[in-house]
């Protein structure tokens, strides 16, 4: 018996009911406290039947239980009456933005003034954003390290005047990552999932809110701190989140609990192709939404034998606990499985809109070109939106712009932004720091923050472009973040400049397509000798292709001719031999993939935030690499 039918029964019953509390109403008979009594039944027996014949029309997640369905209903309704005022709310802080940032510093310097960080750089007296650049000094990480790790340690009034709930970690590809203290404001924003919500309801149409979506999550190492609490990445999910997570998604909440990626990844998807109903996507990645659709590709016959018997498959790795949670809630569906059975059978490209024909998007930030990959494979014919712009310590922005290319508008309500022009970006004080009021369209920054978390000033690395104004407020594009620079002799290269000469190069070779890619500077190959080295980059590329053939010198020096058109510093300093040629350097198939594992495994890194370094900045990663390498 589906939902749909079994909300029908209870209107109709409710409706019978209330009709009958009418009748009685309108005797004669029935006066006073009774009738009163009687006139509330009725309209509440009214709402209900409503309530009950509008749920009964909606599409709706078979694998809802009672519970989840009418958490699912009563949120999405929430959100949406919400809103309005949010939207007011923020409309104004965009028109206004100096006024908002002025406001938000103010309320920042009053709550963290009379810990010992506020009493030592005098927070009392900064009231305005001219005082805080003249007051307070510009920080990096390493200025807050200390006082986080007191925070950790169980201090109280160190530097943070809030109530934290719990660590983020950042993704620490090289190593150890910044611990970072998470209050409630920080953990969830909910004007970003409300306006969220209200974007991809107007550019992809509105879902019914019975509808569950796929989350793909893989759970992180479990750590905590000295005073008890959770150490994690910003994606993480607890026992505190399950009733919110079993309202949205369709994985049991065992499936949350899975530690090995590839475990993890077939899981979700598992319960995810069992839901013809599910209504969005979220990947975290393109690059991890793609692999998780290629994962699909390689285990759906395996896949549709546990969907059909109810049992998992056998050769997982999954705790006894945790796959009895699973199985529990995993009921045999044959008519499910001939659906999937028939859409499998026909090829994968275009997969995602076949097999869940009412997904309205994806949701997941593009990494080295996934997201193209993925619209013409997998997502083929199915929208793919990133709807914020965010780090570990802070939101950052919010993309209300569907169908461009993923741009920010700032949230001047929430953060404090500086910007140092990108000709300053290597300074370790810039003398020229601009405010959110005086920035331009089509210069480039680093941004420097003042956030929620108790950081001021805080320099994190991340240049961006100002591509327009949404109201009076900047609306940025992310460009590359300054550890990512590739820089042999001043010639400063960034890396999305880099994946575009990598991409042109190899799509000048047949019957190949790329993979991934990294690279790194010849310095780091020499690191501990003393003679003279040539100066050049190591590109190193993993591709796909038909028949397995080396590459050609004439092939190999397409990147070096590319990277000279678009690059005249570079192009220079190769004409006159300061810098060499570079080495392309291919690897093995899966390459790539084994270097993620490597990487988690010595870092504090995890599956659900990881992101392929695109420039390998330690002489272990490097060595690692150079193993891969076919010729």
């Known amino acids: 018996m589906t939902w749909a039918f079994r909300f029908l029964l209870l209107g109709l019953g409710s409706t019978g009911l209330t009709l009958q509390i009418c009748k009685y109403c309108l005797s004669p008979e029935t006066h006073g406290m009774r009738k009163a009594f009687a006139v509330f039944l009725a309209l509440l027996g009214a709402v209900f039947s409503f309530v009950n014949f509008h749920i009964s029309s909606l599409r709706c997640s078979q694998s809802h239980t009672l519970r989840t369905l009418l958490g699912s209903y009563v949120s999405h309704t929430l959100i949406r009456l919400a809103y309005p005022f949010v939207a007011y709310k923020v409309s104004k802080q965009w028109k206004n933005p100096r006024d908002s940032q002025e406001n938000r510093l103010r309320l920042l310097t009053t709550r963290d003034a009379k810990t010992e960080y506020g009493r030592k750089f005098q927070l009392g007296k900064i009231k305005t ?10 920080t990096t990480y390493d200025h807050y390290r200390p006082y986080v790790q007191r925070l950790a340690d169980g201090e109280d009034g160190v530097f943070l005047g809030d109530t934290i709930r719990r660590f983020g970690i950042t993704s620490g590809t090289t190593g150890s990552g910044k611990l970072i203290p998470m209050i409630h404001a920080t953990i969830g924003n ?37 005073s008890g609490l959770d150490v994690a990445p910003l994606i993480y999910f607890s026992e505190k989140d399950k009733t919110m997570l079993m309202a949205m998604q369709n994985a049991p909440f065992e499936a949350f609990q899975i530690m090995t990626d590839f475990e ?3 899981v979700h998807l598992l319960f995810g192709i069992a839901d013809r109903n599910l209504s969005f996507f979220y990947g975290g990645f393109t690059s991890m939404t793609h692999r998780a659709f290629k994962l699909l590709e390689d285990n759906w016959e395996q896949m549709l034998t546990d969907l059909i018997t109810g049992r998992l498959n056998p050769k997982l790795n999954i705790e006894d606990n945790v796959r009895a949670g699973l199985e529990a809630v995993l009921v045999p569906d044959p008519d499910r499985v001939d659906q999937l059975r028939s859409e499998f059978s026909k090829g994968f490209k275009g997969v995602v809109a076949r097999i869940w024909p009412y997904l309205h998007y994806i949701f997941c930030v593009d990494m080295a070109g996934f997201k193209k990959k993925l619209q013409e494979g997998y997502a083929k014919g199915t929208p793919i939106f990133t709807g914020a712009y965010s780090c570990t310590e802070t939101l950052l922005g919010i993309n209300l712009w569907v169908a461009d290319e993923p741009k920010y508008v700032l949230v001047p309500g929430d953060v404090v932004y500086e910007f140092i022009p990108e000709e300053l970006c290597q300074e370790k004080y810039p003398l020229q720091i601009y405010l959110i009021d005086e920035v331009e369209v089509s210069k480039r920054y680093e941004l420097m923050v003042t956030i929620t978390n108790g950081f001021f000033r805080y320099r994190f690395g991340d240049v961006v472009e100002v591509v327009d104004f949404h109201y009076n407020c900047p609306v940025i594009q992310m460009r590359y973040r300054t550890g990512e620079l ?4 001043g010639e400063k290269i960034d890396v999305n400049l880099m994946f575009t000469v990598i991409r042109e190069t190899v799509a000048g070779w047949p019957l190949r397509a790329l993979v991934d890619w990294t690279c790194a500077e010849s310095p780091l190959l020499y690191a501990h000798k003393k003679d003279p080295y040539e100066m050049y980059y190591l590109i190193f590329i993993e591709v796909e292709e038909e028949v397995g053939q080396r590459l050609t010198e004439a092939e190999r020096s397409e990147f070096d001719k590319i990277l000279r058109k678009h690059h005249s510093l570079y192009d220079h300093y190769r004409a006159v031999g300061t810098i060499a040629a570079p080495r392309m350097l291919r690897v093995r198939p899966g390459s790539f993939k084994k270097f993620q594992d490597y990487i988690i495994a010595n870092s504090t890194a995890s599956y659900n935030q990881f992101k392929m370094p695109r420039k390998l900045r330690t002489k272990m990663m490097l060595d690692y690499m150079m193993n891969m390498t076919t010729e």
């Open 264 to 266: 993890a990844a077939y």
């Open 486 to 489: 590739l820089n042999l002799n």
């Open 129 to 138: 954003l001219r005082d805080l650049q003249s007051k307070h000094p510009i």
């Open 190 to 226: 909910g004007a970003v999932t409300v306006l969220n919500i209200k974007v991809t309801d107007r550019a992809f149409g509105r879902p019914s809110p019975l509808q569950r979506g796929c989350i793909l999550y893989c759970k992180p190492a479990p750590a905590v701190t000295k």
